[in-house]
């Protein structure tokens, strides 16, 4: 079974850093897309970013281009999202999900479960 484990998240104060990491398994496709999303309290969960061997790192939101990266350590199937200068309005749940073709752009099939990120002003 495909498993997607998010872990990282945690309490830290405006203008600091986190790095999550989303570690995969159960898969073997020959290309495939991981994405970040997120939702914050009382709000629809949206597109953070993606990363994909044939896509590159796509960014869904504008309003983590600058501060937030994503990257792959394809040894162990893990993919990190390193958030830098994090602001109050980044508080949320945030989720792994895996793309079976390797499209940022596609429907994603797979969902981890969520990780809490808060900011503190």
């Known amino acids: 079974d495909v498993q997607l484990q998010a872990s990282g998240g945690g309490l830290v104060q405006a203008g600091g850093s986190l790095r999550l990491s989303c570690a995969a398994s159960?898969?073997?496709?020959?290309?495939?897309?991981i994405g970040w999303f997120r939702q914050a309290p009382g709000k629809e969960r949206e597109g953070v970013l993606c990363?994909?061997?044939?896509?590159?790192?796509?960014y869904y939101t504008d309003s983590v281009e600058g501060r937030f990266t994503i990257s792959g350590d394809n040894a162990k199937n893990t993919v990190y999202l390193q958030m830098n200068s994090l602001k109050p309005e980044d508080t949320a749940v945030y989720y792994c999900a895996l793309e079976t073709f390797g499209d940022c752009h596609e429907k994603y099939d797979y969902w981890g479960q969520g990780t809490l990120v808060t900011v503190s002003s």
């Open positions: 159960g898969f073997t496709f020959d290309d495939y897309a």
């Open positions: 990363i994909s061997r044939s896509d590159g790192t796509v």
